[in-house]
């Protein structure tokens, strides 16, 4: 695979990997079938943004309104976290997950990574949101935060408190929404769009995305 070079890269890609079960249907296959197919482009997408010198990548595992769907989708995209984090094991990366720990919706082999935990020279921060939702999140800063009374002190309390701002986010799947991912640290970012579905992730679609962005007026409001 060729490597390209921008002029200009994002430090930190937030990823929304979205048509799994689309994908899965057109296929023939059970919804629930998706899911798993997603594991190769993530492992993919992490090896490429280390080599182009990305400094952190977050994953949009899944939500509390995900939750909601069957139960045989539901304990599929469980499956599909965890394997994930399996599969960074023997690699260099800084590993967190976000996610309510107190529901039974969150997998219990991830407990041990609600705090950050290096893999390997942990080159590349990855957070993982598995069994996130925004009003949760906020709502822990209201609860936790020393003092809503100073902005600074309320995002504090932010559950994703240790996740950094986004400059991109990229979703796949054609949809052209944030769906709840992360509204605070993404208050700046830039959103791309690819109309694929997730588990057709080319090398090309980063690319895309990234030759887009050194495009964009990056100003932060000033």
């Not at 469980?78 to 399996?86: E, H, L, R, S, Y």
């Not at 590993?95 to 609600?114: A, H, K, N, Q």
């Not at 208050?187 to 997730?198: E, G, N, R, T």
Request: charge should be neutral.
């Amino acid at each position: 695979m060729e490597k390209r070079k921008f002029s200009r890269v994002p430090k930190h890609i937030g990823v929304i990997p979205d048509g799994n079960r689309r994908w899965a249907v057109d296929r023939g296959l059970a919804r629930e079938e998706g899911y798993d197919r997603g594991l190769d482009p993530g492992l993919m997408l992490y090896e490429m943004c280390l080599e182009l010198g990305i400094d952190e990548l977050t994953f949009y595992g899944f939500t509390q309104d995900n939750t909601k769907r069957p139960s045989v989708q539901r304990k599929a995209f469980q499956k599909a976290c965890v394997d994930a984090v399996k599969l960074l094991a023997d690699r260099d990366a800084s590993l967190l997950v976000i996610g309510d720990t107190s529901s039974p919706m969150f997998p219990r082999e991830l407990l041990p990574f609600t705090k950050r935990y290096h893999f390997g020279r942990g080159l590349l921060k990855i957070n993982f949101l598995v069994n996130y939702g925004w009003k949760w999140d906020l709502k822990h800063a209201f609860e936790t935060g020393p003092s809503t009374e100073n902005v600074g002190n309320f995002l504090d309390g932010l559950a994703s408190r240790d996740i950094s701002r986004i400059d991109l986010i990229i979703r796949w799947g054609a949809r052209r929404r944030l769906s709840g991912f992360l509204p605070v640290q993404s208050i700046y970012a830039d959103m791309f769009v690819i109309d694929d579905m997730w588990p057709d992730f080319q090398p090309e679609h980063l690319y895309q995305a990234l030759k887009w962005y050194e495009t964009q007026d990056i100003t932060l409001g000033g």
